[in-house]
């Protein structure tokens, strides 16, 4: 399957969703989801973004991508997705947790560590800083 992976920069704060669902049930990442057939990966990152956080963006540039393949305890695979991240802009909204996010708030950029989610967040979020700049 493939996903979209948005990262939304605003004031040295990043837009981050607690997720309810599996595979990542319980930790905070930045909003995505599957691409829908026929939709653009800009596409697919803007709903995404309205519908877990009711904020709206403009999605810019690909960052990376990355491929995460999760089997069970017998090794059978559960979940196999290749994940494209992009930077977006913020147009507007305040986030509120919606669809398959218990949560959806601003995280200091400082604060990102502390919380129970993705290793790779700051590096996203370091990426996403350059490619704006650039």
């Keep these: 399957r493939i996903g979209v992976i948005v990262v939304v920069v605003r004031d040295n704060q990043v837009l981050l969703v ?19 057939l026929g939709e653009t990966l ?9 519908e877990e956080t009711g904020v709206v963006v ?24 290749l994940g494209v ?20 708030r601003w995280v200091p950029d400082d604060e990102i560590k502390t919380l129970p989610g993705f290793p ?3 590096h996203l979020v370091r990426q996403a800083l350059l490619a704006t700049v650039l």
Excluded: C
């Design 42 to 50: 800009v596409q697919a990152a803007e709903r995404e973004v309205l």
């Design 120 to 122: 790779d967040t700051e």
């Design 18 to 36: 607690h997720r309810l669902k599996e595979p990542h049930k319980g930790k905070w990442g930045m909003p995505g989801g599957a691409v829908h």
């Design 85 to 104: 991240v992009l930077n977006a802009l913020w147009i507007s909204g305040e986030p509120a947790g919606a669809d398959d996010a218990a949560e959806a």
């Design 58 to 81: 403009l999605a810019q540039g690909v960052i990376e991508t990355k491929e995460e393949i999760h089997p069970d305890a017998t090794g059978k695979i559960q979940f196999h997705y």
